[in-house]
């Protein structure tokens, strides 16, 4: 199976910076996308930022300047390194990721990570 393994969350003040890790491990062939995605209290769910294997970033307008994802190929981990944060940006965040498994397995398959908490006081 495939598992992700998150890090970094927890508590700072408005304008601090936190960094958040994602390590996906197991029957990996390749990966597509890697994202990250929030919910906080009471809200859905929602799309923080995602990074294709390409390089390609998309961001949340929420989060636009703000916000870095990345990632290393080799440790098949991605980030998010989130600075000038808010309030607003409390929440639980979950890494999520789009891969193949194995070379003859052709199928996309989408993995959750268990959530690493992010709290902002003001």
């Known amino acids: 199976q495939v598992q992700l393994v998150e890090s970094g969350g927890g508590l700072v003040q408005a304008g601090g910076s936190l960094r958040l890790s994602c390590a996906a491990s197991g029957s990996i062939f390749s990966i597509n996308v890697m994202a990250w995605y929030r919910q906080a209290p009471e809200k859905q769910r929602e799309l923080v930022a995602t990074?294709?294997?390409?390089?390609?970033?998309v961001y949340a307008d929420s989060v636009k300047g703000r916000f870095t994802i990345s990632s290393d190929i080799a440790k098949k981990t991605v980030y998010l390194q989130m600075n000038s944060l808010k309030p607003e940006d409390t929440a639980i965040y979950y890494c999520n990721v789009d891969l193949r498994r194995t070379y003859s397995d052709f199928r996309n398959r989408n993995y959750w990570g268990q959530g690493t908490q992010v709290t902002v006081s003001s």
């Open positions: 990074i294709t294997s390409g390089g390609g970033t």
